[in-house]
């Protein structure tokens, strides 16, 4: 069982940078895949970004590649995602999510999830 707790939400303007930081329970952390998705209202959650367990290959959404990194710390058991030159769009509750499939991109890979951490972005 993993428990995930999202951080470092809040409000930008066009251009910024936020962090958010996901923080795990459990002492399998380093056996899963992480990865950020994010929802905004009226639309569906999508995919942003994920790492596998060894963080090799990670991979990013189109449409925030250039702009996102997500790292790792298994002996911190978290996972981060540096968000830079932040746009509209971006705005959305962001989730991290752990699981063991290999197919990183889909929702259905993975097995725990977060409670999401809002990013608004100004114009």
């Known amino acids: 069982q993993v428990q995930l707790v999202e951080s470092g939400g809040g409000l930008v303007q066009a251009g910024g940078s936020l962090r958010l930081s996901c923080a795990a329970s459990?002492?399998?952390?380093?056996?899963?895949?992480m990865g950020w998705f994010r929802q905004a209202p009226g639309k569906e959650r999508e995919f942003v970004s994920a790492i596998y367990w060894n963080s090799d290959n990670p991979y990013y959404a189109d449409s925030v590649k250039g702009r996102f990194a997500i790292s790792r710390d298994n002996a911190k058991n978290s996972v981060f995602l540096q968000m830079n030159s932040l746009k509209p769009e971006d705005t959305a509750v962001y989730y991290c999510?752990?699981?063991?499939?290999?197919?990183?991109?889909?929702?259905?890979?993975?097995?725990?999830w977060g409670q999401g951490t809002q990013v608004t972005v100004s114009s």
């Open positions: 999510a752990a699981g063991s499939s290999w197919n990183l991109r889909i929702s259905s890979a993975y097995n725990y």
């Open positions: 459990g002492r399998t952390f380093s056996t899963y895949n």
